[in-house]
């Protein structure tokens, strides 16, 4: 083996133990809904904040359904002392308005998730360093991928029943976990919004 080849492997293997180390407060779970998530867990985890996010996690995309006992859930975690900030992607401004102050909770839209801005800014608020806090949204390349860059946990649930996208049609099953069969689900009224329209 060449000087250069040995030197090549030895730093790599460094600069992966040391990767290993630097993220190994970090975790990745997935769970059927917000609400089955253990509070206690999270909070034995050392977590103290949580990055949420709002399409298809909370509220589906076409405003139908409503994740079951999700408000019940954040105020269950609030309790707990758990801080939120709201992450969302949509671009419809009135609708993460409405959100936002329902729950009482601070947000960031378009946030361009998975770029790290955004979950920056969110942990900047929050005053918490990322092994601190915990990203909870239903999609691998925007909330997972996000959580990965930031150094942050993550815990994907499963997407709320909605009109597929174009590219969700193709590429749904890699980044989405459906909505288990069976599963009780919340109806909403979007008429609530005519106030922040
Ligand atoms: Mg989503």
Not at 11 to 20: E, I, T
Not at 84 to 89: G, T
């Amino acid at each position: 083996m060449s000087n250069f080849t040995f030197w090549w492997r030895k730093s790599s293997q460094v600069k992966k133990r040391r990767s290993l180390q630097r993220n190994r407060h970090r975790f990745t779970a997935q769970a059927d809904i917000l609400a089955s998530i253990e509070i206690d867990q999270l909070t034995n985890r050392g977590i103290k904040g949580i990055i949420l996010d709002l399409d298809n996690t909370i509220i589906s995309e076409d405003d139908r359904y409503l994740s079951p006992e999700a408000e019940n859930w954040i105020q269950q975690a609030k309790l707990a002392g758990l801080s939120f900030f709201i992450l969302s992607n949509g671009k419809r401004r009135y609708r993460v308005l409405y959100w936002s102050q329902r729950l009482d909770i601070q947000a960031i839209n378009p946030a361009k998730k998975p770029f790290p801005h955004s979950f920056r800014k969110a942990m900047t608020y929050m005053q918490l360093p990322p092994k601190q806090v915990i990203v909870i949204g239903d999609s691998f390349h925007t909330d997972v991928m996000g959580a990965k860059f930031c150094g942050c946990s993550c815990i994907q649930v499963a997407t709320l029943p909605h009109p597929p996208r174009w590219w969700e049609r193709l590429a749904g099953k890699f980044v989405q976990t459906p909505y288990p069969t069976g599963y009780e689900l919340w109806e909403f009224y979007p008429a609530a919004y005519q106030s922040f329209l």
